[in-house]
C-alpha cells in the first residue's frame, strides 16, 4: 500500500498569501493518479485538482497542481477567506486509494 | 443536477449489521465506479471500497481494514449503491461517503455523507 505524507500539519497563513502544501508517496504514483481535495468543517470533500495538475470543474485558477513520481504539491496563489480549511491528497494505484493525513490551512 | 444522497446510517452494537444506501441522480449511474469512503470523528479520510461498472465487470475492492465484513452492491435499475457491514467494530464509527470516480480515479462527486455510530 502506498502512503501519503503531507506537510505542514497545520499552515498558519494571511489571507492574500501564497500557499504550499507538499504530498509525499512511498512509492512512485503511476501515471500521476494524485488528487487534491478540500473539506470544510462539516462538509464532504471537494475536489479540487485530479491527475496532478488539472482542475476540476468550476474550481479557481488561483489553486493549482504539481509533481510527479513520489513528490506533489498543491499550491493557492493567493489566499482567500474561503480558502481555509482541510487539504487531501489521495492516489490510487493497484486496486486501492489512500489519502493523506490532511494539511490544515488556518487564518494567521 | 448531479447528486448522490446516502441514508441508513444509525448506532449499532459492536458486532452488529447496518446497510447504507446511495441514491444517485443527474448523471448515468450504471456507466459510473462507485466508492465508499469514510472519516471517523475528528480523523482522515479513509477509502472503504470501491464497485466497478456492470460494464467493466462489476468487480469490487475493499481496504483491508473491513475486507471480509463489508460488501458493496450495486442496482443499476434503482440508481442506487449499497454498503453492507456485518461484525462491525466500535472503530468503524464514522460519516460514511459514497462517491462517483472520475479522471485519473479523482473522486469527483460526493454525497453529504451518513453517520455510523457503533458502540455498546
Known amino acids: 500500500e502506498i502512503v501519503l505524507t503531507q506537510s505542514p500539519g497545520t499552515l498558519s497563513l494571511s489571507p492574500g498569501e501564497r500557499a504550499t502544501l507538499s504530498c509525499r508517496a512511498s512509492q512512485s504514483v503511476s501515471s500521476s493518479y494524485l488528487a487534491w481535495y478540500q473539506q470544510k468543517p462539516g462538509q464532504a470533500p471537494r475536489l479540487l485538482i485530479y491527475g496532478a495538475s488539472s482542475r476540476a470543474t468550476g474550481i479557481p485558477d488561483r489553486f493549482s497542481g504539481s509533481g510527479s513520481g513520489t513528490d506533489f504539491t498543491l499550491t493557492i496563489s493567493r489566499l482567500e477567506p474561503e480558502d481555509f480549511a482541510v487539504y487531501y491528497c489521495?492516489?490510487?494505484?493497484?486496486?486501492?486509494?489512500?489519502f493523506g493525513q490532511g494539511t490544515k490551512l488556518e487564518i494567521k | 443536477e448531479v447528486q448522490l444522497v446516502e441514508s441508513g446510517g444509525g448506532l449499532v452494537k459492536p458486532g452488529g449489521s447496518l446497510r447504507l444506501s446511495c441514491a444517485a441522480s443527474g448523471f448515468t449511474f450504471s456507466n459510473a465506479w462507485m466508492s465508499w469512503v469514510r472519516q471517523a470523528p475528528g480523523k482522515g479520510l479513509e477509502w472503504v471500497g470501491r464497485?466497478?461498472?456492470?460494464?467493466?465487470?462489476?468487480?469490487?475492492d475493499y481496504a483491508a481494514p473491513v475486507k471480509g465484513r463489508f460488501t458493496i452492491s450495486r442496482d443499476d435499475s434503482k440508481n442506487t449503491l449499497y454498503l453492507q457491514m456485518n461484525s462491525l467494530k466500535t472503530e468503524d464509527t464514522a460519516v460514511y461517503y459514497c462517491?462517483?470516480?472520475?479522471?485519473?480515479?479523482?473522486?469527483?462527486?460526493w454525497g453529504q455523507g451518513t453517520m455510523v455510530t457503533v458502540s455498546s
Open positions: 464497485i466497478k461498472s456492470k460494464t467493466d465487470g462489476g468487480t469490487t
Open positions: 462517491t462517483t470516480e472520475g479522471w485519473f480515479s479523482a473522486f469527483d462527486i
Open positions: 489521495q492516489q490510487y494505484g493497484s486496486s486501492a486509494y489512500t
